[in-house]
């Protein structure tokens, strides 16, 4: 039987998320519905993607008994109000990355998921691409010896969107792209908590920040840093290095398709898309979609490939970088 979505929000990545889901099995996935703030956008949204049942708010779509698994696809700062509403309905759910505006919004979505015992994921897509579970095949395998550090970094100018620039909206370079470095580097190290954490950061007028720097080190010697920026372009891509050789994921590192280890490249194809795409290698988001399903057959409640513990663990490194930077969103004092 097919695994049903409901969509709450009707914008950029749900597009992308519902044309990356028409690269699967319709006997495997359905998006039977979708839902936002208004009924027309949501009806003009169903009609381009082919979606049966539309609604004008995410309270009716989160009571659709049709409805096994709710993608979560609004603002970041909707996260937490929105989320609790699907979870509290007893609704499986995929949200959106970043999980949640910080720690106490993040540890609320994982009791209300424990309370309803319904599955639960942060959408960190990188790592259920195959390029990525590679990786990890790689360091289970010691394959480049002992790893002593790791680097990434993601740049991307977005200061021409008012989501990326507002505070009100959540941004920052931190929370929207950041996120993608600092859980590669949890992911190197197993979900290890780092020993000290310092950031750097430049920040814009409506206090959020444009660029930062996070040096990071990990139990037995090991080094991390990630450097991030809304403000410019980087390699957006990440080294993993050991003591007998070196893993590179080459740029978009966070929606890969093109793996090097010791100097030999390995190729990842993504399909194409039926449509045009908002962001880069949306199609790649079918894998984040086949894992929840996979772990909804197997009765899982969390994904092993991005536990709970490790999306705790992730939102409290980047409370303590806001917190170095000096970035404080609304939502730090509720
Ligand atoms: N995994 C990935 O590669 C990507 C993930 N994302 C994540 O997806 C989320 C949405 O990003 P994106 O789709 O680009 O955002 P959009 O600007 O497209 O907004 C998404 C939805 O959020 C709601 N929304 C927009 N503005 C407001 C507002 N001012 N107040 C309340 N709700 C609002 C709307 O929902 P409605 O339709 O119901 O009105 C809108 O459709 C973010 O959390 C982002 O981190 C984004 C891009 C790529
Ligand atoms: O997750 C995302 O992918 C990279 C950028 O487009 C960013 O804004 C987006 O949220």
């Given at each position: 039987?097919?695994t049903r979505w409901g969509l709450c929000g009707a914008g950029k990545i749900s597009h992308d998320f519902s044309v990356a889901m028409k690269t699967l099995p319709p ?8 839902a936002a703030r208004s009924l027309e956008r949501a009806q003009e949204f169903a009609k381009k993607h082919s979606i049966p049942k539309a609604y004008g708010s995410y ?276």
């Open positions: 039987m097919a006997g495997d996935h359905q998006i039977v519905a979708v309270e009716e779509l989160t009571s659709d008994p049709e409805i096994d698994m709710v993608y979560l696809g609004v603002l970041h700062t909707e996260h937490w109000r929105v989320g609790l509403l699907v979870l509290q309905a007893g609704k499986n759910m995929l949200c959106e990355k970043p999980f949640a505006m910080n720690s106490r919004e993040v540890g609320d979505l994982i009791a209300a998921s424990k309370k309803s015992n319904v599955f639960l994921m942060e959408a960190i897509w990188s790592r259920c691409f195959p390029l990525h579970r590679e990786v990890r095949r790689l360091l289970a395998e010691d394959a480049i010896g002992d790893v002593k550090l790791v680097k990434a970094s993601f740049g991307s100018p977005q200061l021409h969107i008012l989501r990326s620039v507002e505070k009100e909206l959540g941004g920052g370079a931190l929370l929207d792209i950041g996120v993608y470095t600092l859980q590669f580097v949890l992911m190197v190290f197993n979900g290890e908590r780092p020993e000290s954490i310092h950031a750097t950061g430049v920040l814009l007028n409506s206090g959020v920040d444009e660029s930062m720097v996070v040096v990071m080190k990990f139990p037995r010697n090991r080094l991390a840093i990630c450097f991030f920026s809304i403000a410019v372009s980087l390699p957006n891509d990440a080294t993993i290095s050991g003591t007998k050789g070196t893993i590179r994921v080459l740029g978009p590192m966070h929606c890969p398709t093109t793996l090097e280890v010791n100097g030999k490249m390995t190729q990842y194809p993504l399909p194409e898309p039926s449509l045009p795409l908002n962001f880069t290698n949306s199609t790649g988001l079918r894998y984040e979609a086949e894992e929840v399903r996979q772990c909804l057959l197997k009765g899982l409640k969390e994904s092993p490939k991005m536990p709970l513990s490790e999306s705790a663990l992730l939102t409290e490194v980047m409370d303590e970088c806001r917190k170095q930077v000096g970035v404080v969103f609304n939502q730090d004092s509720q």
